[in-house]
């Protein structure tokens, strides 16, 4: 579903990723940790066109992004970043609507999405879909980032450090949360986090990301028993 050849990106000569290969399939979620400035976010860009690589090729579905209408592709692909990024003047029906409805979907469709996808995050409908987004806590706004990504049923997610900006008993909840919807949505997710518990509560495999190289991509087992040093090192300063 989501195939990245041989990549590279460089921001004023230097490189942000270089040389990176992966393939993720429909049903697995790859969590790419990484310091500050290791390139995992650049990564994740580079799938929904918001970076396009210089070198390399990066495919959805079997098909060069390139090849696609940037805004186009993006509407196909769902996108959770930190602090959800919700329209503060749109209700939380509205919010979760915004892709359906420029797609032109039917209302009545729109409306069943809506109520379908706040039920899942565990938001009743009945509660939530008529507030306005600074009238709900963090985590909810989150659950509320979360179904919007959902709403056009798209067939990957990409998930850019969601939870970083939560306190620790929200994040650890919403991560609990997730873990339960993983299997359900059946799609090819990437989830960007440099918080080691998080990556390998969550990840089907783990990626690791060092000066723009992928530099470990397994199970979570084997990351946690990897003898690499690169491995070794993260797991030390991240104890």
């Known amino acids: 579903m989501i195939e ?8 004023a000569g230097s490189f ?17 940790l990484g310091e500050s400035g290791s390139g995992k976010t650049t990564l994740v860009k580079m799938v929904n066109r918001l970076v396009d690589p210089d070198d390399g090729e ?3 579905d079997g098909r060069d992004v390139r090849t696609q209408d940037a805004v186009s592709l993006r509407r196909t692909i769902g996108y959770v970043i930190q602090q959800a990024g919700l329209f503060p ?7 979760v609507a ?8 039917e209302h009545d469709e729109i409306d069943k999405r809506v109520d379908e996808l706040l039920a899942l995050v565990e938001l009743a ?20 980032g979360v179904a919007r990504a959902l709403a056009a049923r798209p067939k990957l997610l990409l998930l850019d450090e969601p939870f970083g900006a939560l306190d620790p008993i929200t994040r650890s909840e919403l991560q609990r ?7 359900r949505l059946g799609k090819a997710m990437v989830f960007v986090t440099h918080d080691v518990r998080e990556g390998l509560l969550l990840g089907t495999r783990i990626g690791l990301m060092q000066d723009g190289r992928l530099v470990f991509l397994g199970t ?3 990351f946690h028993r990897s003898p690499e040093p690169e491995v070794r090192a993260f797991l030390e300063a991240a104890a």
């Open 98 to 105: 915004v892709v359906p409805r420029l797609l032109d979907w």
């Open 220 to 222: 979570p087992e084997q």
């Open 125 to 144: 409908p009945d509660r939530f879909r008529e507030r306005f987004p600074d009238q709900l806590s963090g985590g909810q706004r989150q659950r509320v």
């Open 177 to 183: 949360e997730f873990k339960g919807l993983i299997a």
């Open 16 to 32: 942000a990723v270089q040389h990176v290969s992966l393939s993720i399939a429909a049903g697995e979620l790859v969590a790419v």
């Open 4 to 11: 990245l050849v041989d990549v590279s990106k460089r921001f």
């Open 58 to 60: 990066v495919r959805v």
């Open 89 to 95: 003047h749109l209700t939380i029906a509205e919010n």
